[in-house]
């Protein structure tokens, strides 16, 4: 393996190896035990363990995840006084413990404004009304009946990373699931929205649509028509089986894309209009104030967005050799295009391998080999989207914007690895 490195060149400053090299090799000084003949036979012949010599124990009606996994992968509820009362706020995705893209159901971030209500789903339907031909409604029972869609996307909400924006951490450890739990992705199995629109008839003149969610919480909406015309969805299952209470159960909005507090959960009514309805959630919040007191409204579409997932510092470099960087990348606007990784704060920059198939809005993993010799980093992951934005440094980001920014914050997020292996969550 030390040969394979020495013929690999450095993609970049300060240890960046070529994407490739994993595609050939194991990780260099990762400590795989020389096994001797005798300890062979030890392991296979006499020293079988218990589990081999009694029956195991049934399984469980509904599976669920290993003792030890549950305990170790609890999804993070946001601190106290950060703001939320425990009511108002869900979990937070883990990602340095999750691998792959999905995120399990068990997993999923979740946000209530008001608590998860509980929803009999024979009582349960949707109203599409106003300005249509025919208003209907449409019970679980009867979506089913409909040809279905399914499509894997993320889901962001447009807080996330929100407590970055803040110059003084809010948290004395900034963690990543502190820093962008608020992130999740599954595969969202529903009926697209056009489908049911164009049976009711949409009237001339119609641009919007006024969508209202079932729980106390008064999550209310407007959507551009176009949208639920091009791909929003009435979410039925995630990731095969039917919607977690937390996340809508037993429907919910699906846009793709757009910041999550659109995707609106227990939704009960979709009224069509011709103007947007200014709630509160589209003018006290979730709007972007920006230089000179100007706020933006329907900042819809989420930015493109990437982050180190693997090493973190809720762990330890805990030997010199190579290291595989790992994280994920995303963007509202469609596909992720490429991924550069940065091991010098920002200096240098070498292009990450990209886990195929790269989907349109939805999580995309990267990778990239990384030479550790006990040197001081700063590990940094930008992206470039299809459409060909990049994600700006936080420099950029908040001079843009004139100062703090919470909602849609995008910006390079960077890990500080120092000479002992610890890290820690940086501004650079
Ligand atoms: N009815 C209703 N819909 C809602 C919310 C809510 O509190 N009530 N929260 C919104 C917010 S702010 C976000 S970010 C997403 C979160 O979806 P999730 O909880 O399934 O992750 O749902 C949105 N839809
Ligand atoms: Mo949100």
Known sequence: MSNEINRVPHAAGNGLLDRRLFLRSAIAGASTLALTAPSIAQWVGEG???????????????????????????????????????????GLTPHHLLHGTITPNGLHFELNHQGIPDIDPQQHSVVIHGMVRQAAKYTVEQLENYPTVTRQHFLECAGNSSVLAADKPADPVMTLTRTHGLLSASEWTGVPLATLLDECGVEKGARWLVVEGGDSGSTTRSIPLSKAMDDSMIAIFQNGERLRPGN????????????????IKWVRSIYVSDKPVHSRFETSKYTDLMKDDVSLQFTLEMGCKSVITRPSNTSKL??????????????????????EVSADGGKTWAEAELQVPVQSKMLTRFRIPWQWRGQPAVLQSRVYDEKNSCQPTRKELLAAIGGYRHYHYNAIHSWSVDKSGEISHVFA
């Open 318 to 339: 805990s030997r010199h050799g190579v290291y595989e960087i790992t994280g994920l990348a995303w963007s509202g606007a469609g596909k992720v295009r490429k991924v």
């Open 48 to 90: 079988q363990p218990a589990s081999m010599l009694t029956p195991g124990s049934g399984m469980e009606a509904y599976g669920l995840p290993a003792k030890s996994e549950l305990e170790r992968v609890k999804r993070w509820t946001i601190p106290p006084g950060s703001g939320g009362r425990p009511m108002s706020w869900g």
């Open 248 to 263: 809508g159960y037993p429907m919910r909005l699906f846009n793709p894309g757009y910041e999550g507090n659109t995707s």
